[in-house]
């Protein structure tokens, strides 16, 4: 409960870095297509922040609505039982309450905690999670014990440092596509991919194509990609994105912009996590900030 967020999401768990897709075996000539059908592991999520929650409800939309939906990832999403935790304090890099995903968790879970000075709140969110409480020595809360922990969240909301206006936010983006901001932040940027990698909803992915040295076992394998990746946006004839400056506007006007377009929210929750572990402290809030200020006219 002393922690927020680490460089780790979730997101490991139900879209693995590296997902074998099929694999094919050759012999005497002949050669056997084997799809992929390994069962999906049960897994508890302990600890889950609204935030991180809010990212998987994120990743439901693009993996699970329209007409191809993933079967790995919904087997994965399936198998889980989900403890959340109401964050009791805000890091630094915190802006959940600008992008209304946090503190206190909303979005689908099983069990989530509230930490009091002398005990945990539970709220039932499943049948599952009701089965497990039923399970452990519980009391019913009091009204006073609810009402700590309003004051818990209430205190949280109030140590948010960072903060992001969200108001037209899409078209604020799109009108200044030329703004000198992106020349500004390309000169910092080093385009190792660090906040596309550690960010909960980020979703671009590759395939490889590997075989063995007698090549009788090859396979086709996803695994993470990042649109900070120069080969990323390559087709044939050319790049479509050769500089920084229009690899790292896409991503900002992607995930605060088209994003919403596409899949009807935000592609940010707040987290932090891409100002954390950005080697050259790159803060999007501070990016956002500085266009919306000075807008192009």
């Avoid at 991919?193 to 395939?207: I, K, Y």
């Avoid at 940010?268 to 809030?285: K, N, Q």
Wanted: aromatic residues 10%; proline residues 5%.
């Amino acid at each position: 409960f002393d922690f927020n967020v680490g460089p780790q999401s979730w997101k490991q768990f139900l879209f693995p870095p590296r997902q074998q897709l099929y694999q094919i075996e050759t012999s005497n000539g002949n050669w056997k297509l084997e799809p992929n059908r390994s069962p999906a592991p049960k897994q508890a999520f302990i600890g889950v922040r609204a935030c991180e929650l809010a990212a998987i409800a994120c990743q439901d939309c693009v993996f699970l609505s329209g007409e191809y939906r993933d079967p790995f990832y919904s087997a994965r999403r399936k198998q889980i039982f989900v403890l959340a935790v109401n964050c009791s304090k805000a890091a630094s890099t915190c802006f959940c309450t600008s992008m209304k995903t946090g503190p206190k968790v909303s979005e689908t879970f099983d069990l989530a905690l509230t930490e009091l000075n002398d005990a945990f709140l539970i709220e039932v969110g499943s049948e599952e999670g009701a089965e497990m409480l039923r399970a452990t020595g519980w009391q019913p809360a009091s009204a006073f014990d609810t009402g700590r922990a309003a004051q818990v969240i209430e205190r949280t909301e109030r140590q948010m440092q960072r903060q992001m206006r969200t108001d037209d936010l899409p078209k604020m983006l799109y009108d200044n596509l030329e703004h000198p901001r992106w020349d500004e932040v390309a000169g910092r940027c080093l385009g190792c991919a660090n906040c596309t990698l550690v960010c909960p909803t980020c979703f671009c992915s590759t395939v490889e194509d590997t075989s063995d040295l007698r090549d009788e076992h090859s396979e086709r394998v996803r695994v993470w990609d990042s649109c900070f990746v120069l080969d990323f946006s390559h087709v044939h004839g050319g790049n479509l994105r050769p500089s920084i400056r229009a690899r790292y506007r896409q991503w900002l006007t992607h995930k605060l912009g088209s994003w919403i377009d596409q899949f009807g929210s935000s592609g940010c929750v707040g987290c932090g996590r891409c100002i954390t572990w950005c080697p050259v402290g790159i803060e999007i809030t501070e990016e956002v900030t500085a266009i919306r200020e000075r807008p192009v006219r």
